[in-house]
């Protein structure tokens, strides 16, 4: 049973357009959502969280956006830049589970020059 | 510091070895946890240390031992593993565990596991 699912494995954008990455999921407990970046033979990267309390939050060129009603949250970045080129997931949490998160499957994104 | 560190890099080892990975962060950080991440898939949580105390374990086989010495160092003991276990584990940390939201977990660059 898939909590978290983010269902395109890639994304492919031009340099200077916006990304949009997506993310549903299941659990209607959740509280505390995040995005992480994650490049090839490296751990992955903290780049922005959301609480289940809010509907947007933003961070320079990245912007997560939460619809509770739709179980739904994407993270939109934009300009787009070539270094952003790498393994995008999302992770969810509920209270009082001691940290674990859920992670998604992964989107890669492609930012084209 | 703003880092988690582990070591060694890459590890490779037969099923009849003993090995440890280690991690390390000087943040502070409470909480500790160790991942393991198979080629094209999400982290999956090992365990969790909560104040240097074992919090989570999801039901890992015991081929796999952790052990924190102190609050900035978590440890993997490695015995006895199998081919399948090869995989990238990552070492992570966060502030906090829950109440307000879960810390974000800060990930070390990870140890590439090959047993052969």
């Known amino acids: 049973d898939q909590q978290v699912k983010q269902n395109s494995p890639s994304l492919s954008v031009q340099e200077g357009r916006i990304s949009i990455l997506n993310c549903d999921y299941t659990n209607s407990m959740f509280d505390y959502f995040l995005w992480y970046k994650k490049y090839p033979a490296e751990g992955p990267t903290f780049l922005i969280s959301?609480?289940?309390?809010?509907d947007k939050n933003e961070d320079g060129r990245f912007t997560v956006f939460l619809n509770k009603s739709a179980k739904h949250l994407s993270l939109h970045i934009v300009p787009s830049q070539p270094g952003d080129s790498a393994v995008y997931f999302c992770a969810a949490s509920t209270p009082n589970q001691g940290g674990k998160l859920i992670f998604g499957q992964g989107t890669e994104l492609s930012v084209k020059p | 510091d703003t880092e988690v560190t582990q070591t060694p890099k890459h590890l490779v080892m037969g099923m009849t070895n003993k090995k440890s990975l280690k991690c390390e962060q000087h943040?502070?950080?409470?909480?500790m946890y160790w991942y393991k991440q198979k080629a094209k898939k999400p982290p999956e949580l090992m365990f969790v240390y909560s104040y240097e105390k074992l919090s989570i374990n999801e039901s890992v086989p015991s081929r796999f031992s952790p052990e924190c010495p102190n609050s900035s160092l978590l440890n993997l003991h490695l015995h006895a593993l199998q081919p399948e276990d090869s995989a990238l584990y990552l070492c992570?940390?966060?502030?906090?565990?829950?109440?307000?939201?879960?810390?974000?977990?800060?990930f070390g660059p990870g140890t590439r596991l090959t047993v052969l």
């Open positions: 959301i609480s289940s309390i809010k």
């Open positions: 943040m502070g950080h409470r909480a």
């Open positions: 992570a940390s966060s502030t906090r565990l829950s109440g307000g939201g879960v810390g974000e977990q800060f």
